[in-house]
């Protein structure tokens, strides 16, 4: 199996050349797995079966308490990063389907990325805009453009992916919070 | 900086293929539900959604509306090969029932870039969009954004969601469908929204490009707000602080003052808490303008169309500002105290209107206001 230590290299590593191709700066960063301890993804209360939401939460948590204070009235967008998406929820959903289950009301509510992106809005007070998108460098590109246009003073990028593969594979996932340049402090 | 202009559109929905069946059924007021044949839905509390005949494929469909916006923008081969596609989609539709050990080698990057290819567009550039209902409304705003600050001359923005059976399942399980079949935006007596098929396709280019075209463009890309509410995972802010910000932000861009707003196409899902933070939202943004201003949601009339529902609404935006005539919003029963709005009813509204906004909002509190302008 991966170490954890790469995946965590390899996600932080793309983000922050991805953050550099897109003119912005790295304010504050973190991952998961981090260490050796980050083995099961903590649960969150109102998430259910799969990992994407709270592993999204975990990773977004840390770089938010790492940050330096900004300025209260400061919009904050959150940008998610996914080529797969909660396939471990789909999966679910897919399979009850096809068996006439029925369908849990709270696979509902985590059916789209922007859940998450909300109880973590609520909890920081970040009021900027929700976008997910599929690869690292538009995720960049995107906030970038909404830190440009205005609508947004800062971003915080999460890129997720949650294995597919029993026994294989891992979940893993990494964050950066983002400002424009002329955020930068002076040297 | 540049303009960023509509040169082509295309759709398909529960009216049919085509612009002219939609605008035909948005005017003709009649909601396009129906009892749901394409699968099961025999164990489901609401059987009711706004659908075409059979079972359209996703990425066929997609390929077909971009190659026809395309067309009607007049883009050589060359043209679009150097375009890149931002797609809004919920992900790839075939990654839920794929084999484990295929999943990896789907997911909407291949999904967009297959799209892509298919449909002529650049190999490299494309993005996949998947914020719920906000996910096309962002991608246009990022497209016209992007052509705006010079970094692109050219955006073909997209968007389908073909109702099937899983999004159908949550949303019953969710208690978020209608079970009385009828979609009731700002109306007393609403209970929730339909689920409806929606493909779109528009290309939006620099006022530069668009000059080249022997056809006036479609429309102006005047303006676009994006925000987030910062309340709650799947409800809007009740007050409407955050969509109040997308629609002052993008009035501001446009340079349009609210009582210059001559049409809005509201998000109006139907849904209990949603119409009268919209409402709210609406009143906190335009002030006393908000009187005059004629709304309606036309998911009273085709449907939710999930991630589609910018790329869709934009369209009927720009087609009812083009024809001079606003679609009514259906299923209305009588005023909520709530939800006091200008709302077009009984029928079709005929209007002068320069300016026009569509909004959508989604979970996360996420809120997109597009302002349209007729060149």
């Known amino acids: 199996m991966t170490s954890p230590a790469s995946v965590t290299a390899d996600d932080l590593a793309a983000l922050h050349a991805a953050a550099a191709a897109a003119g912005l700066t790295v304010t504050s960063s973190a991952s998961w797995p981090q260490t050796d301890a980050d083995r099961e993804v903590t649960p969150l209360a109102g998430f259910i079966e799969s990992n994407f939401s709270p592993l999204i939460a975990e990773v977004a948590e840390r770089a938010l308490r790492r940050r330096e204070p900004i300025q209260p009235q400061a919009t904050t967008a959150i940008v998610m990063v996914t080529n797969l998406g909660d396939v471990t929820s789909a999966t679910r959903v897919a399979a009850a389907v096809d068996a006439g289950r029925r369908v849990s009301p709270l696979l509902f509510f985590q059916s789209v990325p922007n859940s998450i992106a909300g109880y973590l809005a609520a909890r920081w007070r970040l009021t900027g805009p929700v976008v997910c998108v599929s690869g690292t460098k538009a995720g960049l590109e995107a906030a970038a453009l909404l830190i440009d246009d205005g609508d947004t003073d800062e971003a915080l990028i999460v890129r997720v992916e949650v294995a597919v593969t029993d026994g294989g594979g891992r979940d893993h996932a990494a964050a950066v919070l983002v400002t424009g340049p002329t955020n930068q402090e002076g040297p | 900086m540049t303009d960023a202009v509509v040169t082509g559109a295309a759709v398909i929905s529960a009216y049919g293929r085509g612009t002219e069946a939609l605008l035909a059924g948005l005017l003709s007021g009649r909601p396009a539900f129906a009892p749901v044949q394409r699968f099961d839905v025999s164990a489901r509390r609401v059987r009711t959604a706004a659908t075409m005949p059979e079972s359209p494929d996703l990425g066929t469909e997609l390929t077909g509306a971009i190659r026809e916006a395309c067309d009607e923008a007049g883009l050589s081969q060359a043209d679009r090969a150097r375009s890149p596609l931002f797609l809004a989609v919920h992900g790839d539709p075939a990654i839920a029932r794929a084999p484990q050990a295929g999943q990896p080698g789907l997911g909407a990057e291949a999904f967009t870039a297959a799209v892509a290819g298919r449909a002529g567009l650049a190999e490299q550039g494309f993005r996949c969009y998947m914020s719920a209902c906000v996910a096309a409304s962002t991608a246009v705003a990022d497209a016209a954004a992007m052509i705006r600050r010079g970094h692109a001359d050219r955006v073909v923005v997209a968007g389908g969601y073909l109702v099937e059976s899983d999004q ?97 196409n509201a998000h109006g899902s139907g849904t209990g808490h949603s119409d009268p933070a919209e409402t709210n939202a609406l009143r906190l943004a335009l002030g006393d303008a908000v009187a005059a201003v004629p709304v309606s949601s036309t998911k009273s009339l085709h449907g939710q169309a999930l991630e589609a529902s910018g790329v869709l609404e934009l369209i009927v935006t720009l087609l009812a500002i083009r024809k001079g005539m606003l679609p009514v919003n259906a299923g209305f029963l009588g005023a909520d105290d709530g939800c006091r709005l200008s709302l077009v009813l009984g029928e079709a509204l005929a209007t002068t209107a320069e300016f026009a906004m569509s909004l959508n909002a989604a979970f996360g509190g996420a809120n997109t206001a597009l302002v349209i302008g007729v060149p």
């Open chain 2, 168 to 264: 159908f399942a949550l949303f019953d399980a969710g208690r978020a469908l209608a079970d009385d079949g009828q979609v009731r935006p700002f109306s007393a007596g609403r209970r929730g929204l339909l689920l409806g098929d929606g493909v779109g396709a528009v290309v939006i280019e620099s006022g530069r490009l668009a000059r080249r075209h022997s056809s006036p463009p479609l429309a102006r890309m005047a303006g676009w707000g994006r925000s987030g509410d910062a309340y709650h995972p799947c409800q809007p802010h009740p007050e409407g602080h955050g969509m109040a910000r997308a629609v002052t932000a993008a009035l501001r861009r446009a340079g349009v003052a609210a009582a210059d707003l001559g049409y809005i």
